[in-house]
């Protein structure tokens, strides 16, 4: 099922219910798709105000940037579903058997990189959100606040995919790369929902 169809009971009945997807990682890319949304609603409340006229061209390029991310969250958010089923029925099959052989690296390898394709987004969510903070209406500056901290979240959430999922490769210099990444990635994410939250 596409979640991004789904209605928001149908979502939390499947979520609440006892089946591997959709988990943490579906969660992870909704809600940066729910930090772009609350992004767009604070712009759409400041079009068209004389106080902020001289950033609208600003307030459009954003608008746009938040609209494609939007999107590609919830097409990360059902990839990272496909990708957890496909892992979790190799699990299933014995360390050796053919198949989980043949289809393991594969599998592993679309497990780590969806969340951490979500954590990237995360982080452009977050500097779109940076770049409106004092440009937008004042009204809402809780509901800026509020986006970056969901798209802060949403990388949090999706670091602890991508780390249970490293966790399974032997010891490597690729395994300590993507280590690295992803505590990189979740630090800019923190750093700038900071910034946000404090300079609002």
């Not at 892992?87 to 099959?93: A, D, M, R, S, V």
């Amino acid at each position: 099922m596409d979640i991004g169809t789904q209605s928001i009971n149908d979502f939390v009945a499947s979520l609440a219910s006892k089946q591997p997807t959709p988990g943490g990682g579906a969660v992870a890319g909704l809600l940066a798709a729910l930090s772009t949304s609350l992004g767009q609603m604070v712009l759409a409340y400041t079009e068209g105000k004389k106080k902020y006229a001289e950033h609208e061209e600003l307030h459009k390029e954003i608008i746009g940037i938040l609209l494609k991310a939007s999107t590609e969250a919830l097409r990360l958010a059902n990839a990272d579903a496909d990708a957890y089923e496909e892992l979790n029925e190799l699990w299933k099959l014995n360390k050796h058997d053919p198949k989980r052989v043949e289809a393991w690296d594969d599998a592993l390898t679309k497990a780590i990189q969806v969340p951490l394709q979500i954590m990237k987004l995360s982080e452009r969510i977050l500097v779109a959100l940076q770049t409106i903070k004092g440009k937008t209406n004042a009204m809402l500056v809780s509901d800026l606040i509020i986006a970056g901290i969901l798209a802060e979240s949403s990388a949090r959430s999706a670091r602890l995919n991508v780390a249970v999922n490293v966790n399974q490769m032997e010891e490597s210099v690729a395994k300590n790369s993507l280590q690295a990444k992803a505590a990189a990635l979740l630090a800019s994410c923190i750093s700038i929902c900071a910034s946000i939250e404090d300079d609002c």
